[in-house]
């Protein structure tokens, strides 16, 4: 049964999959764009580590979680998988060290004494781990993110900070907003960041529900949950 049941779940993300990565070369095509030019992130939070799992049997490289809590757990049964796994979620310093240990990218770097944090959780370490700045498209509290004004100076003290390497921008499109403007903006920080840190080429931006518009306006990297994975039993 639970055999049969794996199946089923592998059936139904399989397809899902298939639908995502047709979305993503249609906003390509569009947007007169490469495929290869977006990278997805398939979001996992309060999936299993069985879906994960199948995930990677898929092809899917990339996963990203927001609760160190859960993603430390989950990155420990998934080792060995190939996996490279994106933070995404709001970081308390004193989760740092547990983060550093096995993500690949933290995309939700906001303020200065994170940058500190990190820096210092991944000395002695051989491979950089790669930081986006989180930016803030609108004034509402809560949702995490440094004022738009403020990211290319927290993006130069990533660049310098040891063992740190920044990649580029992250924001997460306005709750009820227009997300083509919202976009529209981050594509004007990004390439504000990119003048102070040339080589941080990397737009993260785009969910299971305006992908399209993100990658219309630069996105390079897609973090999508729900259209792959199904809903989610609470908003997470
Ligand atoms: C949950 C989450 C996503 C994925 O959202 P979906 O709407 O399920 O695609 C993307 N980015 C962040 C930061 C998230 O927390």
């Known amino acids: 049964m639970i055999h049969a049941g794996q199946e089923r779940r592998r059936a139904e993300i399989a397809a899902n999959l298939d639908l995502v990565r047709g979305r993503i070369a249609d906003a390509c095509l569009a947007a007169a764009r490469s495929p290869d030019e977006v990278t997805l992130i398939v979001v996992t939070k ?24 859960e993603a430390g757990p989950k ?3 998934c080792a060995g998988l190939g996996l490279r796994w994106h933070f995404v979620g709001q970081l308390q310093t004193n989760k740092v060290k547990s983060v550093a240990r096995y993500a690949h990218a933290v995309h939700s770097v906001d303020r200065p004494r994170l940058v500190e944090a990190l820096s210092r959780a991944v000395q002695g370490r051989e491979r950089e781990l790669s930081c986006l700045v989180q930016v803030s498209l609108d004034a509402a509290p809560g949702r995490g993110g440094i004022p738009r004004g403020a990211a290319a100076d927290l993006a130069r003290q990533v660049a310098a900070a040891p063992g740190l ?13 227009d997300p083509d403007a919202a976009f529209s903006l981050l594509a004007t920080v990004a390439a504000g960041v990119r003048e102070a840190v040339p080589d941080a080429d990397w737009i993260s931006a785009g969910m299971s529900g305006d992908l399209e518009a993100a990658i219309a306006h630069g996105a390079t990297h897609v973090r999508v949950g729900s259209a792959i994975l199904g809903p989610r039993p609470t908003t997470g």
């Open 46 to 69: 309060t999936f299993p580590a069985s879906d994960v799992r199948l995930l990677a049997e898929l092809g899917v490289l990339d996963v990203a979680e927001n609760r160190d809590q």
């Open 75 to 77: 990155a420990a049964t």
């Open 165 to 177: 390497r920044l990649r580029g921008v992250m924001a997460v499109a306005p709750l009820g907003g």
